[in-house]
Structure formats: C-alpha cells, structure tokens
C-alpha cells in the first residue's frame, strides 16, 4: 500500500476513536488497544486495562475532541499521528476544556493498526483561530 493511503487510513482510525472514546464504546477501544499500550495523561500513566476502566466507568468522559491539524509519519510498520485538539471532556465530575498535542502510536499487527500509545501534551500557547 502507498504511504499517502496509509497515512490516510491511520487519520481515519484516529478520528474514529475519538468517537468511539466520546461514545464511550470500550468494547471497539479494547480491540483497537495494544495489549501493552501506555496512556499518558494530565494526571499519570496507566495501561490499557485502567485507560477501558476509566472510560467505563466516566472517569474522564471524552466528551469532543476538536481536531485542528494532524500529521502521520509512518517508520516500517509503525505510524507516528499528532493531533493538535481542543479536547472538551469531564474529569472528576467537572467539564474542562484544553488544548493539547497528542501523540499516537499505532503499530500494525496482522494486517490491522492497534494504538500502542497515546499521550496528551497540554499546549500553553493560546487557541488560534481555524
């Protein structure tokens, strides 16, 4: 397959699964997450077992993610995707909003990406304008 095809492919996955996150669906997320993928948040790192726990149990409910720019790198058969989001989620039980750079690490196992990492940067530059 074409690298542009490619890239285009994991953009299409990681807007699918912030849907998925938004709609809480845990059971599509587990199938997309790695078994040893790392999440790192605000607030810590945890695996996959505690990032499906958290969304279940609305922990932190990704409400909207906002997606502003999105860049795919592909290295052999991984795929290196940056979003820059304002992210609208409820956390604690009160909704926040913030703008970060997320980074995604998808890695293709039998013929299918699996998200062997995700990881929230908060940006400290003001929201620009789409």
Do not use: C
């Not at 505690?50 to 592909?74: C, F, M, N, P, R």
Request: net charge negative; hydrophobic share 40%.
């Amino acid at each position: 397959m074409q690298t542009a095809s490619l890239e285009q492919e994991v953009i299409n996955l990681s807007t699918e699964k912030w849907r998925w996150m938004s709609e809480r669906n845990t059971d599509t997320l587990d199938a997309l997450f790695h078994e040893k993928a790392v999440f790192v948040h605000m607030g810590g790192a945890w695996g996959k077992e505690q990032e499906l726990d958290i969304i279940k149990s609305g922990g932190i409910h990704y409400k909207q993610a906002d997606i502003h720019e999105v860049s795919v790198t592909i290295i052999g058969a991984t795929a290196i995707l940056l979003n820059r989001i304002t992210l609208l989620a409820v956390v604690g039980g009160n909704e926040v909003t913030n703008p970060f750079m997320v980074t995604e690490v998808y890695v293709q196992q039998e013929d299918s990406w699996k998200l062997a990492s995700l990881s929230f940067t908060r940006l400290l530059t003001p929201e620009q304008p789409h």
